[in-house]
């Protein structure tokens, strides 16, 4: 009698081990997936922080590039002026 409940007590907790390790192979690649989740997060994080700062340097040459259209305008409208003086 005390062999049989020793052998329900090894079956039963070979099964409870069983059953732990493949919860433990599952916590596992959950583990591995949400790493992976943050590292995509982190790069993500990274090239968005590359675009903001190409958007910043693109804005800067777009505000450059208006001055400099903006001050060839005043001079072709200075020299056709002073075209205009001396043609009368």
């Known amino acids: 009698m ?15 081990i069983n ?11 959950d583990v591995q997936i949400e790493k992976s989740r943050i ?3 982190g790069k993500a994080k ?3 922080k ?3 700062r190409a958007m910043i340097e ?3 040459k777009s505000v450059e590039f208006e001055t ?3 001050e060839l305008m005043t001079s072709q ?5 002073l075209k205009g003086n001396f043609g009368q």
């Open 68 to 70: 400099m259209s903006a």
């Open 19 to 29: 059953s732990l390790q493949e919860e433990n192979y599952q916590l596992m690649i």
């Open 58 to 60: 693109l804005r800067k």
């Open 46 to 48: 990274k090239e968005e």
């Open 39 to 41: 590292e995509k997060r």
């Open 2 to 16: 005390a062999r049989h409940e020793f052998e329900l007590k090894k079956a039963k907790l070979l099964r409870d």
């Open 77 to 81: 409208s200075k020299r056709q002026e």
């Open 50 to 52: 590359k675009v903001s």
